[in-house]
């Protein structure tokens, strides 16, 4: 039995490019969702003609309720909702899954990618772990090296796709847009782009064999905020200090703490953000 976890994410979707496509309740978000279920189905589909029996869906952008279910392929299970223990990466500390799959991936906060950033839209302007800067994808994928799940499939835009080679060198890359600039991007169609999921993902099956997952050692996680009394706000979560003066740093025991501390800061300093003033 061969399990894919998919995380679905919306900033790398087909078509999108500007805030308003992934914002729900616009306009723009209701013409681009279409094209975020479409981009996750061709996954699903590449998947189960590559071979595998089982296909979880876990919605991971914003509400976490933006995939249309009714358009995907009747042989997937889809995880929606938001407040889920893990969140982007829910579903892969049961032992069960096989291979993980980043569809509608993007960059990290301060680096070039279209719609660029790290869990939050805008507040953080860079996030390291270890010393070296990360992206959702890496911060993730150190998450999924504790149970032993290798990524098998990345998609996302032309940056995107070159951030994964360093932290995922052995998964497949779909760009389903260049980048030009945070919010533009020269775009493929829905048509072109479904049918370059499906075609790597059928592939990328073959790379979905769980091995021996990494012992869990201590991640120092670094945060930077665009605001001086971000720092503040996010040195109420336990262990996390300040470093400079708009920086944070913490140290887990292994990168499953890492990432539940990452989500309680990313949540206390959401909150601690003005409307006009940040």
Known sequence: MTKILISADMEGATGVTWPGDVLPGASQWERCRPMFTSDVNAAVVGFF??????????????????????RLDDRAQMLTGRHKPLGMMEGIQYGDVDGIAYVGYHTGAGTEGVLAHTYLANTITGVWVDGERASEGRLNTLVAAEFGVPVILVTGDDRTCADARDYAPNALGVAVKDYV?????VCRTPARTAADIQAAAKEAVALAVRHEPAPPRPHTIEIEFDAEHLVGAATVVPGVERTGERRVAYTSPSMYEGIRTFKA??????????????
């Open 265 to 278: 800061v990313t949540t206390v300093v959401s909150s601690s953000v003005e409307e006009q003033y940040g």
């Open 181 to 185: 600039s945070r919010y533009a991007a």
């Open 49 to 70: 003609a590559g071979g595998a029996d089982e296909v979880l869906i876990n919605e991971a952008h914003w509400s976490m309720r933006n995939l249309l279910l009714e």
